[in-house]
C-alpha cells in the first residue's frame, strides 16, 4: 500500500509531462519533448527521455520540476562501469553514511524495452537486489549514468532504462575519472548537481543537442526526393 497512491498519482501526470504521449494518444504528431539539463562542476549533460517508459519519464520530470536532485550528488562513482546519483540523502545536511538508501518514498515499476539496452550514456533506474525486490522495481529517484557499456551488458534486462545523455557525454568520463573512497565509491571531492526540464519544441531540442529524433531523417530524405 505504501506505493500504491505514489504510482496512481504518477500515471495521472504522465501526459501533463509528457507532450510526445499526449500527442500520440490524440493520434496527432508530437512536436515537443522535454530536454533534461544536468548541471554539474565538470559542466552539463543533456538527456532525452524515452517514451517507451512512460512511469520512469514521468516520475524524472516530476522530481526535476520539484528541485529535487539540486544538491544531491553523485555519490557512486566506478571507473569504467557508471556514475549513479539521486539520492536526498547527500544534499547538505543529509546523512551521507546512509547514502545509497534513499529515495522519496516510494519505487516505480519496472519497465524492459526490447531493444533498449544499456549503451555509453544511458540513463537508468537504480534499485534493491532481487533477494528483496523480486520485482526488480526501479527507486523513486535513484539513477546510474553508463560509463562503460560492455561492462553494465549483465544489467540489460534487470534494470530499467529509461533516457540516455545526447549531449554532454565528456562530462561522464570527467566524473567517472574522480578520485574516490574505495569503502563505498563516494568521490573524495562533491560532485553536486542541478537538474531542470524544459519543454521545448524538437526542432529546438536537435538543435541545441544534435540529437535526431526517430523517423526525422527519413522525412528529411523523402522531401529531398519530392
Known amino acids: 500500500m505504501r506505493n500504491l497512491i505514489p504510482v496512481i498519482l504518477l500515471s495521472a501526470v504522465i501526459l501533463g509531462f509528457s507532450p510526445q504521449l499526449k500527442a500520440q494518444k490524440?493520434?496527432?504528431?508530437?512536436?515537443?519533448d522535454v530536454?533534461?539539463?544536468?548541471?554539474?562542476?565538470?559542466?552539463?549533460?543533456?538527456?532525452?527521455?524515452?517514451?517507451?517508459t512512460p512511469k520512469h519519464k514521468a516520475n524524472f520530470i516530476k522530481l526535476a520540476e520539484e528541485g529535487?536532485?539540486?544538491?544531491?550528488?553523485?555519490?557512486?562513482?566506478m571507473l569504467g562501469f557508471m556514475i549513479q546519483g539521486g539520492d536526498p540523502n547527500t544534499k547538505p545536511g543529509g546523512n551521507r553514511k546512509a547514502a545509497g538508501q534513499?529515495?522519496?518514498?516510494?519505487?516505480?515499476?519496472?519497465?524492459?524495452?526490447?531493444?533498449?539496452?544499456?549503451?555509453?550514456?544511458?540513463?537508468?533506474?537504480?534499485?534493491?537486489?532481487?533477494?528483496?525486490?523480486?520485482?526488480?522495481?526501479?527507486?523513486?529517484?535513484q539513477f546510474y549514468i553508463v560509463h562503460n557499456a560492455k561492462a553494465c551488458r549483465h544489467l540489460n534486462g534487470g534494470y530499467t532504462v529509461?533516457?540516455?545523455?545526447?549531449?554532454?557525454?565528456?562530462v561522464v568520463d570527467k566524473i567517472a575519472a574522480q578520485e574516490i573512497n574505495r569503502r563505498n565509491k563516494m568521490p573524495l571531492e562533491d560532485v553536486p548537481m542541478t537538474?531542470?526540464?524544459?519543454?521545448?519544441?524538437?526542432?529546438?531540442?536537435?538543435?541545441?543537442?544534435?540529437?535526431?529524433y526517430p523517423g526525422s531523417k527519413k522525412k528529411k530524405k523523402k522531401k529531398a526526393k519530392a
Open 102 to 141: 534513499g529515495g522519496p518514498g516510494y519505487t516505480i515499476p519496472a519497465e524492459f524495452v526490447k531493444g533498449i539496452k544499456h549503451e555509453k550514456g544511458s540513463l537508468a533506474a537504480a534499485r534493491q537486489n532481487d533477494r528483496v525486490n523480486p520485482q526488480k522495481e526501479s527507486s523513486g529517484s
Open 26 to 32: 490524440e493520434g496527432k504528431p508530437a512536436k515537443k
Open 195 to 212: 537538474v531542470t526540464a524544459k519543454n521545448l519544441s524538437k526542432k529546438k531540442i536537435t538543435k541545441l543537442t544534435g540529437y535526431e
Open 35 to 52: 530536454l533534461i539539463t544536468m548541471t554539474t562542476a565538470y559542466g552539463d549533460m543533456n538527456i532525452i527521455l524515452f517514451d517507451e
Open 68 to 77: 529535487f536532485y539540486d544538491q544531491t550528488l553523485f555519490h557512486r562513482v
Open 162 to 170: 529509461f533516457g540516455k545523455v545526447v549531449k554532454g557525454i565528456e
